[in-house]
């Protein structure tokens, strides 16, 4: 009796890329899009040249303290910390840029991050309540000083520079509480990385004139601009999409006579080239 062979099963396909299908279609179906879009914020909000801000550190924690606050009630959370774990280095001069909704920094030296790590909990819960949901960034704060002091021995981030951008994004991320924002703006505003932090107001800006699919979630849409924009685009456009969300582009009244990109914008138009 012969025996049949048996059928080889069948091979699973690979799902396609959803972020290389959607910015193929984009450059198809919509060309030049990316670019008229910064072209449009940039007659407007100028274009934009960067510049660090402040020190790593300082930066992680001044994003911690922006997460669901205002920006000038984490700078006033800031500065408070200061005032209550006075560090010893050199003055920073914060220069948040055009993108920033608060008065930005007064010029100071950045807290003793070691005293902020060590501080009784209720203690620094009270020194940074201004921010805003200070029971729950006062833990997250002394968990990622301690997670960093504890993988390199001080709390120093200036190492993030050296690395591959992805490899950096990836070693932040793995801190309990931060996620690919806070890593971006991190690597974007302290070293000049390519990255593009999406925010809300970015979110929804880009979702409205159709520069990311409607579904994508804030996490997703980090990676879709990576696919979409140059380098040397990514400064510019977090700055001017967060400007233009804040001043025209609004969530609840966006101002469609004075926007820029409105020939552009499937908000406006949902036939919009």
């Given at each position: 009796?012969i025996?049949?062979k048996?059928?080889?099963?069948?091979?699973?396909?690979?799902?396609?890329?959803?972020?290389?299908?959607?910015?193929?279609?984009?450059?198809?179906?919509?060309?030049?899009?990316?670019?008229?879009?910064?072209?449009?914020?940039a007659?407007?909000y100028g274009?934009?040249?960067?510049?660090?801000?402040?020190d790593?550190?300082?930066?992680?924690?001044?994003?911690?303290?922006?997460?669901?606050?205002?920006?000038?009630?984490?700078?006033?959370?800031?500065?408070?910390?200061?005032?209550?774990?006075?560090?010893?280095?050199?003055?920073?001069?914060?220069?948040?840029g055009?993108?920033?909704?608060?008065r930005?920094?007064?010029?100071?030296?950045?807290?003793?991050?070691?005293?902020?790590?060590?501080?009784?909990?209720?203690?620094?819960?009270e020194?940074?309540?201004?921010?805003?949901?200070?029971?729950?960034?006062?833990?997250?704060?002394?968990?990622?000083?301690?997670?960093?002091?504890?993988?390199?021995?001080?709390?120093?981030?200036?190492?993030?520079?050296?690395?591959?951008?992805?490899?950096?994004?990836?070693?932040?991320?793995?801190?309990?509480?931060?996620?690919?924002?806070?890593?971006?703006?991190?690597?974007?505003?302290?070293?000049?990385a390519?990255?593009?932090?999406?925010?809300?107001?970015?979110e929804?800006?880009?979702?409205?004139?159709?520069?990311?699919?409607?579904?994508?979630?804030?996490?997703?849409?980090?990676?879709?601009?990576?696919?979409?924009?140059?380098?040397?685009?990514m400064?510019?456009?977090?700055?001017?999409?967060?400007?233009?969300?804040?001043?025209?582009?609004?969530?609840?009244?966006?101002?469609?006579?004075?926007?820029?990109?409105?020939?552009?914008?499937?908000?406006?138009n949902?036939?919009?080239?």
């Amino acid at each position: 009796m012969i025996r049949s062979k048996p059928r080889p099963k069948p091979r699973k396909r690979r799902r396609p890329d959803r972020i290389k299908l959607w910015t193929g279609r984009l450059n198809r179906t919509r060309p030049r899009l990316v670019d008229d879009v910064l072209d449009g914020l940039a007659s407007i909000y100028g274009r934009q040249t960067w510049e660090r801000r402040l020190d790593p550190t300082s930066e992680l924690i001044l994003t911690i303290l922006t997460q669901n606050s205002a920006d000038t009630n984490a700078e006033n959370a800031f500065e408070s910390l200061r005032a209550a774990y006075p560090g010893e280095g050199e003055v920073e001069v914060h220069k948040p840029g055009t993108g920033w909704g608060g008065r930005g920094l007064a010029p100071g030296r950045a807290p003793d991050w070691a005293k902020v790590e060590a501080a009784p909990l209720p203690e620094l819960v009270e020194a940074i309540r201004t921010g805003g949901l200070a029971p729950q960034k006062g833990p997250r704060i002394q968990a990622a000083l301690r997670r960093i002091r504890q993988e390199r021995g001080d709390h120093s981030l200036e190492f993030l520079g050296d690395m591959p951008v992805l490899e950096a994004r990836d070693w932040l991320t793995a801190i309990d509480g931060i996620g690919k924002k806070t890593a971006s703006i991190l690597l974007l505003f302290c070293f000049g990385a390519p990255l593009m932090p999406v925010d809300r107001h970015v979110e929804r800006v880009a979702k409205r004139i159709g520069l990311i699919p409607a579904k994508a979630t804030a996490d997703q849409a980090h990676d879709y601009f990576l696919a979409m924009l140059q380098p040397d685009q990514m400064y510019e456009a977090h700055v001017n999409l967060i400007r233009h969300g804040r001043v025209i582009c609004q969530a609840r009244r966006p101002d469609h006579e004075h926007c820029p990109v409105a020939d552009r914008c499937r908000f406006v138009n949902p036939k919009a080239p």
